[in-house]
Structure formats: structure tokens, C-alpha cells
């Protein structure tokens, strides 16, 4: 503790006899350049996601899954990870059972350690709910959880999101207040915005640095 | 700044000044000083004249207190603050009327108009004589403007023969003054003439006072690169309202055995508008 | 520059910085490669920030949150070190880089791991982490892609944010031939592509996962990483041990203080409304949780940072965020790129707080390397006064160190009796009047007789010539004989 104590010191003896400095955050600057016309919430959203690579679809509560297995054939996609304990989870498994011409499903239901191997080298794509989207900058907004494990939306090569039309927020802030994340934030909070990236070579863009290298968005409109 | 922090614990954790709002401009005087500024008094002083000259037009008495050397600048940025105040605390007691402080060059004003500030921080006094002082510094180019509201427009008597120009705007200028665009509109007043942009025109072009000297390889590459732009720009000459750039640039350009060369603004001002050149 | 300092008589006792940045001009593929690079960040920046006003309003609201942060900086501290505790992290305090690594070390050893998989972080290579490990028998593997390049070729980074920045794609092609012994390829995404299977089995291996912290969040006990890769979030969520290490100035009070500084961060960085991953991370995995780290640590490292707090004029020092738009916007380091600060931190901001980690002594040069033009100033965008910061430390850098009330170590490195003499005189002449104009006078006078050598000057310029007659002498002679 002896080096606690001492930069506490250091620090405190430098600023002995002054006060701290008042909080003057100023929330219009992060919220008023950044709010959008419902209409626009959504073109927005689209088009910074689509302007990182992101297959951004819109659909219906009625036809996403459907759709689903439609990307995920055309892709030839063998398995696909998925929660059965969410309700996005068991809608897939239902549309699954009128089929069998669809990827193997398969559920996060273990820690990682009994499966990593499984994981890492033989999951295709994941699917992942999310708590909504973020318009001004084009996010998705993910708090991982016990039936969508924070390695869901990274390990495997595409992670399919499905984001409800009225839970797209303007703005960074509005979702921090709407959500009251300073009083519960969870182990893992996550913002992505496209798919895993990098510029690290001559400044050349490519994609699927680490994470995935496909992000789809299917965006339910009517939800 | 220091002097925005006067009432606060010596050791209070310091806030950026707060964003500058448009300077308010006062109406055009009857007199005002003009501070020559070392380099123009030894290698430009026909800048210096030049602006003397386009000031009498505008019908205003010029003073040039003989006393004036400095404005302490070099020793200011090469971290010799003591010889660079004792140099301010020289310059500062030319100025008694209460008239405007002309300065032909950016770095110079932005000397007198914010670090006169932070030399005299401790000294109250002092410090409300700097602060004074920075009310009434303009930039020449900006006091042309915006004070004597000049207007070139249809007066054209000296040269008119068209004429290609790269404008060259110190960094002082267009960092501590704000005066970057001052130049750009007295130059867009003047017939026959047609300002050319060049390749990375805010980069600094090497100077940076003492910088050049001590630093020469890395200066030099940047004055290799900005005369190499002004070249590439097609300009048939460089305008900039900075002698210690003016003195980069041409130095380089003659070492370079190359024709082009730069000419003061209120040279360049006065011989496109009536002045002999 | 005044026209009186003789121009050869500045004393020079840089070590290296000079020659590696005199090397550095000389290279022609260095020099473009940067140049392009900082050409394009800056043209990136711009057009994330399109609007001006916002864009100075958020700046201004970027500065007022990490001066309130550091104006209680010691209380956050503690606030965070008990929320992170109370969320299951585990806190670590270093007063040296060599603390550091013993605390990393001792974690490491306690899991009797072998493998460390790093995420990008500018602190761990303060600590030099991977060539300490590495002497401890440990793998260190960076696998940010831009730091693992770097790794391979045994450089340091050349840019805080883009590591790799001094390489072409066909440097990368030769070297990835080499040491990894694949196919020469040109193309970056095959590169790439290259990386992400070599680092994935790393990833999978590790049995500790390194990362730094952009903000650390008092209130809420989070940490918060962005980034583009995955890698970030791959070296906090697969291995089963988390270490985080970052400087104590990091801390931010309330968690809605992250979202102007996230925007600045992000635009000014590489001109992207936001980066692919925000990650912020509270705690461990939880009991019900699948995975996640066991266990998160934080290490706080001072490393000189509060020398630099001890002073409110250097304290804004640590505004910083890291964002490295002062090094794209900066000139000099434009031209001579980052190997050739010979330090952790190049440009700009190196300079101003680079000395404060090693002493100015060792970094004596740093401070005069800069024509003081102010685009760094300009774009930062916590408004880190780092041209005053800089004219600062040469004040601190040519004074006669003061053992009694030292204000930094290494103070005093560049005193010269020689050159305080000169500017002594300097001062004289300029205060004297009659002195000034007796100088004038023999200098316009006896303009034919300047020599055509004037030391450093005359390298890249011809000799300036006095001119026959002063702007004194033809001032008073014009204004007292009105036409």
C-alpha cells in the first residue's frame, strides 16, 4: 500500500488549499447536434452502418426470422449460435423445426472453458439480441449476459444482430439516461458499430482484424 | 493563460481561456504607434515604410517611438524569460497616449497582445499595462481592414500589370491573432492581381524564430517543402505580412539560386495602389 | 528571430535525438510514407468535425471534464479504486514502471501462467512489459495488428495510434515472408487476414490478456477501451485473467463525462463518428456468467505524472486522451516520424511529457524541436496549451537547476553559461536604446562585411543582408519632414 499512499500524497500536496472545479457539463453539446425525425433515426443508423460494412435489413417482426434463414443459406452457413432462452432465441427454434435444410443450432449453455476449442474453430455465426441502437453514430448497443455470453458477438466469423425500430436512441447520452447505466452497469457493456476492422497497414481498411467479419443488422420495424 | 487565473489558489487546476469572441474594432483613429518590430528594422524597413505610407492615406499621424527595439520574443520561446520580460518591460512604457500599437507582423503582435500577459502575471501593475497594451495591438493587415475599413476597390494608380501571388500567412498569425484571412481580402481588393493557392498553405514554413538555428535540419526540410509549394503554385511572387517567415522563405529561395521571392504585404499593398515601387 | 543573436553560438548537447532525426529527413520512403499518412488522418479529422462551432464548443467541454477530474484527482482515484473493488476488480498501485512490472509479474506467477496476450496499450510499453516478461521467460505477443507488426520487426511503435504508420504494405509483405515464413503477398487484406489466424490460436492460448484503459470511470467503478480490432475485446473476455494497466491521470468523475470526450477521441483520432468496439468493462465474470475473466486487475501507474500534477501550468499536461492528432497535424513530426523521439511517446505531446517519465535531461532536445506553429495546440482536443507547455520546458530546460525547489528532474540540462551570457547581452542591447541603435547603426553601416557563413542559418539559407538604412533611421526622417 506504500505506493498508494505515496502518489495519494504527492497528489494531494500539490493541490493543498484549492477546491475542485465545478461540474459544468453541458449535456446539450452531446445531445442537441445529435437528434433526429423517427423517420431519419433509422436512414441514419443504416447509413453510417452501412458505410462500415455493416448488411443492415429491414423487416417485420413477422418475417425476420424467415429472413434470417434465408442470409444464413445464401451464405451456406453450417451452424448457427443462439440462445434458446431468449425470445428472439425460441422463435428460431420453432421457424428451425418446419425445416431442415437450415444450420445446426447450437446454445452458449456452458462456460467457455468446456467448449472453447467448439467455439473458437467451429462456429459459423452467432445471433444476439441487443438493447437497442445508437442513430448519431451508428451503434448497436450490447450488454452480454448469461444466455448471450460476451463472446457471442466477437469469436464467431459473422454475428447477426436483431435491433427493434423503437429502441434506436438519437444519442450516446439519451441511451445512458434512458437505460440508467450509471446505476447498473453490468460486468461487460459493449458498443459495435460494423464489423471487426483495421487500418493498421498504409492506412488500407479491412475487415475482420479479430472479431467478426460480417455484422448483419435486422432491424424490426414494427417492434 | 496565467492572468485569467489571478484569484484562483496559485495551485488550482487550470481551465483553457475561454474561445475569443470576434474582435470587437474600435473607430478609425486620428493617431496611432507603430512598432516596427526587430527584423523589419534591420532587413525590411521598407515594409516598415510601406505601412507608415498606407496608414498617412487613410489620414492617420503616425508615431514611431524612437525607443522601441524588440518585442522579446526570441528570448521569450527560447525559455529565457527574465531577459525576455526586461526587454517587454522596455517597450511597454513607449506606448503612453492611449492610441493604437500597429505591428507589421503577426508574431509580434501576438507577443504584445497575449504573452505580455503571462510575463507580467505576477506583477499587478504591470500586468494591467500588458493588458491595455494587448487591447490596442493590431495586426497591420487586420487594422487595414477593420479599424481604417480600407477600400482599394477602383483606386488602382501604381502598378496593374496582372500579377500571380502566393500569400504566405505566419502561424502567429493565424494562430494567435486570427488574422489569416485578413490578408486574403485586402489582396481580393486589388486589380490585376490573382492570389494562387498553394500546396499545404497553413503549414508552418520552418522558422519558428531560434527553432531554425537550433534545429536546422528539420527547419530546413520544412522551408525545402514551403518554397517548393510557392514555386509549384505558379506565383510570380510570395506575400506575407511576416518578416521572420519573409526572411525563411527568401533566404531559402536565394540559397536555392531560384527567382522567386516574397515582399512584405504593406509593400506589396502600397506599390499595387499608387505607391513607387 | 531577432536579428541581433549570433547565430552560431547555441550550444547543442543532444545525444541522439539530432542524428535520428537528420537520418530520418534523409529517407525518402519514410518521409512519404508519413506524409500520405498524415495527410489523410488530417483530411479525416476535418470532416468529422464539419461543424466548427460544435466542434470548439465540445473541445472547450472536453477540457472543463479532465480539469474537474484532475482537480480532484486524488479523491476519483480513491472512488475508483472502491467502486472497481466493490465490483470485483482488483487494484493495483506503481510509483515506477519497475513496480508495475513486479505487480504484473506477481500476478502472473500466481497463475503460473506462460502466455500473455496483449491488447494496444501505450503504458505497458512505458513499462517496456513484453522485454521484461520476455527476460522472466514469459511470452508477451501484441496483437493489435499495427503493434504486432511492429513486435515482429523489434521496433517500438512510430505513432501512439497507428503503430505501424512508418511501414508500407510491401514492408509488411517482406516481413511477414520472413518471420512467419507465408507466402509474399502485397495485399492487405490477405495480410490481414494473415494476422487475425495467427493471433486467433494466441488468443485461444493466453492464459493472461494485457489492455490499456482510454477512460476510467470513478463513479461507476468501468473501465472503458475503444478500438477497431477485436483485439481489445478478445484479450479482456477470452483469457481468464484480465490485467489492465493505465497512468493515474485517466480517471474521469461520472460516466456521462465519457460521451463529449469519446466524440473528440474518436473524431480527432481517425475522423470516425465512433470506433468499431467500445468496451467497458465493470468487473469479472459473475458467478451465473459464462464467461469473461476470473479476475480483473488494474494496475495505476504514476511514472512521473505527478511531478507533472506537482505544477498547474504542466498539469494540463495530463488533459491528454491520447488521441494523437497533435503528432498528424505536426509538422516536424510529419517530416522525421516517431522512431526518431527515440522515445515512448513521439510528437507533440511526447515532448511535453515525455520528460516528466524519463527526465528532461535524458530527452534534453524534445522541448526545442518544434517551430512553436500551434496546430498541435489548435486540434487537441482537450485543449492542452502544448505550445506554452513546450516554451515552458525550455525555461525549465536552460535555468540553473534548483536542488532546493526543483520542479522537474533532469531541470537545468541545457543551462550554458556561454548562452545565458548572450542573452544577457541580447537583453542589454534591447534595453538600452542608445545601445540598440549604436548596433543598428554598425550593422547597416557595415552591411558589406557580413559574413557569408553564419553557422546553422546559412545550411539551408543565404546570409541575410542588413539593409542600408534602418526603419529607425528612416522613420524619424519621414515622420519629422512630413511630404
Redesign the interface.
Known amino acids: ?1 506504500n ?2 499512499n ?3 500524497g ?18 446539450t ?2 445531445t442537441e ?1 445529435w437528434r433526429y425525425a423517427p423517420a431519419e433515426r433509422v436512414s441514419r443508423l443504416r447509413q ?1 452502418m452501412e458505410a ?1 460494412h455493416t448488411e443492415f435489413h429491414q423487416t417485420r417482426s413477422a418475417d425476420w426470422v424467415a429472413l434470417l434463414a434465408e442470409l444464413l443459406g445464401a451464405r451456406a452457413v453450417p451452424d448457427l449460435l443462439v440462445s434458446p432462452q431468449t425470445e428472439h432465441g425460441r422463435l428460431v427454434h420453432a421457424y428451425w423445426q418446419t425445416r431442415n435444410d437450415l444450420p445446426r443450432l447450437h446454445a ?6 468446456e467448449w ?2 467448439e467455439l ?1 474453430s467451429h462456429t459459423a455465426a452467432s445471433l444476439t439480441g441487443t438493447l437497442g441502437a445508437i442513430a ?4 448497436l448497443v450490447v450488454w ?3 444466455h448471450e ?3 457471442m458477438s ?2 464467431p466469423p459473422l454475428h447477426v444482430a436483431l435491433v427493434r425500430a423503437s429502441q434506436i436512441h438519437d ?3 439519451e441511451v ?1 439516461q434512458a437505460q440508467r ?2 446505476a447498473n ?20 481498411l ?1 475487415y ?5 467479419k460480417d455484422l448483419i443488422v435486422l432491424l424490426l420495424e414494427d417492434a | 493563460m496565467s492572468e485569467l487565473f489571478y484569484d484562483a489558489a496559485p495551485n488550482a487546476t487550470r481551465v483553457a481561456p475561454a474561445r475569443e469572441l470576434p474582435r470587437q474594432y474600435p473607430e478609425k483613429p486620428s493617431d496611432i504607434y507603430l512598432f516596427g518590430t526587430c527584423v523589419v528594422d534591420l532587413f525590411f524597413p521598407e515594409a516598415g515604410m510601406d505601412s507608415i505610407r498606407l496608414l498617412e492615406r487613410e489620414g492617420i499621424r503616425v508615431h514611431f517611438p524612437q525607443g522601441q527595439s524588440c518585442c522579446g520574443q526570441p528570448a521569450y520561446t527560447s525559455g529565457y524569460r527574465g531577459e525576455a520580460k526586461a526587454v517587454a518591460r522596455a517597450q511597454l512604457p513607449l506606448f503612453v497616449e492611449d492610441w493604437p500599437v500597429v505591428v507589421p507582423s503577426g508574431s509580434c503582435a501576438g507577443m504584445f497582445r497575449h504573452h505580455y500577459q503571462d510575463l507580467f502575471a505576477e506583477e499587478p501593475a504591470m500586468l494591467l499595462e500588458a493588458q491595455q497594451l494587448a487591447e490596442r495591438t493590431f495586426e497591420l493587415a487586420e487594422f487595414l481592414l477593420h479599424v481604417c475599413k480600407v477600400s482599394f476597390v477602383g483606386t488602382q494608380q501604381g502598378q496593374a500589370d496582372p500579377v500571380r501571388v502566393a500569400l504566405h500567412t505566419s502561424c502567429t498569425a493565424r494562430r494567435e491573432m486570427n488574422t489569416h484571412l485578413h490578408g486574403r481580402e485586402l489582396l481580393a481588393q486589388l486589380a490585376g492581381v490573382e492570389r494562387v493557392e498553394h500546396d499545404h498553405e497553413s503549414e508552418c514554413c520552418g522558422f519558428g524564430g531560434t527553432f531554425s538555428v537550433r534545429m536546422p535540419d528539420i527547419s530546413g526540410a520544412m522551408v525545402m517543402d514551403k518554397t517548393t509549394a510557392l514555386r509549384e503554385s505558379g506565383a510570380h511572387q510570395v506575400v506575407s505580412a511576416d518578416c521572420g517567415c519573409l526572411m525563411n522563405i527568401n533566404g531559402s529561395l536565394e540559397k536555392q539560386n531560384q527567382a522567386l521571392r516574397g515582399q512584405h504585404l504593406a509593400s506589396f499593398l502600397w506599390q499595387r495602389t499608387g505607391g513607387k515601387a | 528571430m531577432n536579428a541581433q543573436i549570433p547565430l552560431n553560438d547555441v550550444t547543442d548537447v543532444s545525444a541522439g535525438f539530432k542524428p535520428r532525426a537528420r537520418a530520418a529527413l534523409a529517407d525518402p520512403r519514410l518521409r512519404s510514407n508519413f506524409r500520405t499518412a498524415m495527410d489523410s488522418l488530417m483530411t479525416k479529422r476535418a470532416a468529422a468535425f464539419s461543424d466548427a462551432d460544435e466542434r470548439e464548443r465540445l473541445r472547450e467541454l472536453g477540457n472543463h471534464i479532465r480539469a474537474r477530474a484532475l482537480s480532484q484527482l486524488p479523491d476519483l482515484l480513491e472512488r475508483l479504486e472502491a467502486n472497481l473493488t466493490r465490483n470485483g476488480v482488483k487494484v493495483h498501485w506503481a510509483e515506477t514502471v519497475s513496480e508495475a512490472n513486479t505487480i504484473v509479474l506477481e500476478i502472473i506467477q500466481t497463475h503460473e501462467a506462460r502466455q500473455v496476450i496483449k491488447g494496444k496499450s501505450m503504458v505497458s510499453e512505458e513499462m517496456e512489459m513484453n522485454h521484461f516478461l520476455g527476460g522472466q521467460g514469459i511470452e508477451c505477443l501484441e496483437s493489435d495488428m499495427g503493434e504486432y507488426i511492429v513486435q515482429l520487426d523489434n521496433e517500438k511503435p512510430s505513432h501512439i495510434i497507428m503503430p505501424a504508420i512508418h511501414k508500407n504494405a510491401a514492408q509488411v509483405a517482406s516481413l511477414f515472408e520472413e518471420k512467419l515464413g507465408v507466402e509474399y503477398t502485397r495485399d492487405v487484406d490477405e495480410l490481414i487476414q494473415i494476422g487475425r489466424r495467427t493471433l486467433r490460436q494466441k488468443f485461444f492460448e493466453a492464459d493472461i490478456g494485457v489492455s490499456g484503459v482510454n477512460f476510467a470511470v470513478a463513479e461507476t467503478g468501468t473501465l472503458l477501451l475503444v478500438e477497431n480490432e477485436g483485439n481489445g475485446r478478445m484479450s479482456t473476455s477470452v483469457p481468464p485473467v484480465h490485467i489492465a494497466v493505465t497512468g493515474i491521470e485517466k480517471v474521469v468523475e461520472n460516466l456521462r463525462d465519457t460521451v463529449p470526450l469519446l466524440s473528440l477521441l474518436t473524431r480527432s483520432a481517425l475522423g470516425q463518428p465512433i470506433t468499431t468496439y467500445v468496451n467497458m468493462i465493470s468487473g469479472p465474470r459473475k458467478a451465473d456468467e459464462l464467461d469473461g475473466p476470473q479476475e480483473v486487475h488494474l494496475v495505476l501507474l504514476d511514472n512521473g505524472r505527478s511531478q507533472a500534477f506537482n505544477d498547474p501550468e504542466l498539469r494540463q499536461t495530463l488533459n491528454c486522451i491520447r488521441c494523437g492528432a497533435c503528432m498528424n497535424h505536426c509538422p516536424v513530426y510529419t517530416r522525421i516520424g516517431g522512431h526518431a523521439y527515440g522515445e515512448v511517446y513521439p510528437g507533440p505531446i511526447g515532448k511535453i511529457i515525455t520528460p516528466h517519465m524519463v527526465g528532461l535531461a535524458k530527452v534534453p532536445d524534445h522541448p526545442s524541436a518544434s517551430s512553436l506553429c500551434g496546430a498541435c495546440g489548435e486540434v487537441c482536443p482537450v485543449k492542452i496549451p502544448i505550445p506554452d507547455l513546450l516554451r515552458r520546458l525550455r525555461e525549465e530546460n536552460v535555468k540553473r537547476a534548483d536542488p532546493q525547489h526543483p520542479v522537474m528532474r533532469g531541470e537545468g540540462s541545457k543551462y550554458s553559461a556561454r548562452e545565458r551570457l548572450m542573452w544577457s547581452g541580447w537583453k542589454l542591447m534591447n534595453t538600452q536604446p542608445l545601445l540598440y541603435r549604436a548596433f543598428s547603426f554598425a550593422a547597416t553601416r557595415l552591411r558589406g562585411l557580413r559574413p557569408a557563413s553564419l553557422g546553422p542559418w546559412t545550411e539551408h539559407h543565404s546570409a541575410p543582408t542588413p539593409a542600408p538604412r534602418s526603419l529607425h533611421d528612416l522613420a524619424r526622417e519621414h515622420l519629422e519632414h512630413p511630404r
Open positions: 500500500m505506493a498508494r505515496r502518489i495519494l504527492k497528489l494531494r500536496t500539490s493541490l493543498a488549499g484549492t477546491v475542485p472545479r465545478p461540474d459544468d457539463f453541458d449535456q453539446l452531446v447536434p453510417l462500415v452458449y449453455d456452458r462456460p467457455i472453458e472453447k476449442d473458437f448519431s453514430t451508428g451503434s452480454p449476459d448469461r455470453p460476451r463472446l466477437l469469436v444519442n450516446l447520452y445512458m447505466w450509471a452497469m453490468p460486468t461487460n457493456a459493449l458498443l459495435i458499430s460494423g464489423p471487426s476492422k483495421t487500418a493498421d497497414i498504409e492506412q488500407i479491412a475482420g482484424a479479430h472479431g467478426p
